[in-house]
């Protein structure tokens, strides 16, 4: 099944935020929230946190999937909403957004997008608060955090599409938040995105292999909704098969035509299709493709 709207998915999990901006709360005597999103995202998790009346205090931590601007935007939104959070995340992502010139980024960014999209007024400004961006408590691999009533939560650093990237599982609820290290669905649930992978493409394959080593009966997506059941374990699989045939299929129209550039504006315009977020245009699709397909072939 995919669920593509925020609802319940059992007692330990809510699915929470967009269709396009997903964020999870996982709950046992203390709670986590999975993921980052972005600062427009803030009135649906503001009505959805009023909804389930949860005590702010019993919301100890956030992960930072990973530092890009569509995945931290909404940090400063929960640290005002539950104060004393923590905020999760890879020593490298610690480090990237360390960095005043990411952080002023990341903010114009996602102030830009409420703006758009008429929220402006109803949200943070993001510049205001770029600071609330970074992160507080850096995870490794094999990491964990108890929030008791038996709900373990352990992270697993998955380059590829970042170097920042962090993977959340919950074993008592076979749960996988594997941040943007797989394609996401688009009109259904085995219609696939393009691999994403602008940082190592290899590292992005070897990430994708690890993580269908997991058992998975509740796959949460950075994007676009979870996958429960048979669909989560087969939809790893499927983004897997369909990056390795990506791959072959890049590099070798890259041998016919040995332009770096030909090959990226074909493949942005197939993915911008396929993408379905509107805080991605056109021109930032042709970048990220760019250094994802300069990385394939060596250019």
């Known amino acids: 099944m995919w669920l593509k709207e925020p609802a319940r998915i059992n007692s330990t999990i809510d699915f929470l935020g967009t269709h396009e901006l997903c964020f999870?709360?996982?709950?046992?005597?203390?709670?986590?929230?999975?993921?980052?999103?972005?600062?427009?995202?803030?009135?649906?998790?503001?009505?959805?946190?009023?909804?389930?009346?949860?005590?702010?205090?019993?919301?100890?931590?956030?992960?930072?999937?990973?530092?890009?601007?569509d995945h931290c935007g909404a940090m400063p939104y929960l640290r005002q909403r539950f104060p004393g959070i923590q905020v999760l995340g890879t020593a490298a992502a610690r480090d990237v957004l360390a960095k005043q010139k990411v952080l002023d980024y990341n903010a114009k960014m996602n102030d830009l997008a409420a703006q758009q999209l008429g929220?402006?007024?109803?949200?943070?400004?993001?510049?205001?608060?770029?600071?609330?961006?970074?992160?507080?408590?850096?995870?490794?691999?094999?990491?964990?955090?108890?929030?008791?009533?038996?709900?373990?939560?352990?992270?697993?650093?998955?380059?590829g599409?970042?170097?920042?990237?962090?993977?959340?599982?919950?074993?008592?609820?076979?749960?996988?938040?594997?941040?943007?290290?797989?394609?996401?669905?688009?009109?259904?649930?085995?219609?696939?995105?393009?691999?994403?992978?602008?940082y190592d493409f290899e590292s992005y394959v070897k990430s994708l292999q690890r993580l269908n080593e997991f058992d998975v009966e509740i796959l949460g997506l950075d994007h676009h909704g979870v996958l429960i059941g048979e669909q989560a374990s087969q939809f790893l699989r499927k983004g897997l098969e369909r990056t390795l045939a990506f791959r072959e299929r890049v590099v070798?129209?890259?041998?016919?035509?040995?332009?770096?550039?030909?090959?990226?504006?074909?493949?942005?315009?197939?993915?911008?299709?396929?993408?379905?977020?509107?805080?991605?245009?056109?021109?930032?699709?042709?970048?990220?493709?760019r250094a994802m397909i300069k990385n394939m072939v060596g250019a």
């Not at 427009?40 to 990973?66: G, W």
Request: aromatic residues 8%.
């Open 252 to 289: 070798a129209r890259y041998a016919e035509v040995k332009d770096l550039d030909t090959v990226s504006r074909e493949v942005a315009a197939e993915a911008l299709t396929k993408v379905q977020l509107p805080f991605i245009t056109g021109d930032l699709m042709f970048i990220i493709t």
């Open 161 to 198: 599409h970042s170097k920042c990237c962090v993977a959340t599982y919950v074993p008592s609820c076979k749960a996988l938040f594997p941040s943007d290290t797989t394609p996401h669905p688009v009109t259904d649930w085995c219609d696939l995105a393009l691999p994403s992978a602008q």
């Open 119 to 159: 929220l402006g007024n109803a949200c943070l400004c993001v510049a205001e608060r770029a600071a609330d961006l970074g992160v507080d408590r850096v995870v490794g691999d094999g990491d964990a955090v108890d929030l008791g009533k038996g709900v373990r939560v352990e992270f697993y650093e998955v380059p």
């Open 24 to 69: 999870y709360l996982v709950r046992g005597d203390d709670a986590l929230i999975v993921g980052g999103g972005m600062i427009h995202a803030m009135p649906a998790l503001d009505a959805q946190f009023d909804a389930l009346d949860i005590e702010p205090s019993r919301v100890k931590y956030a992960v930072m999937t990973h530092s890009h601007f």
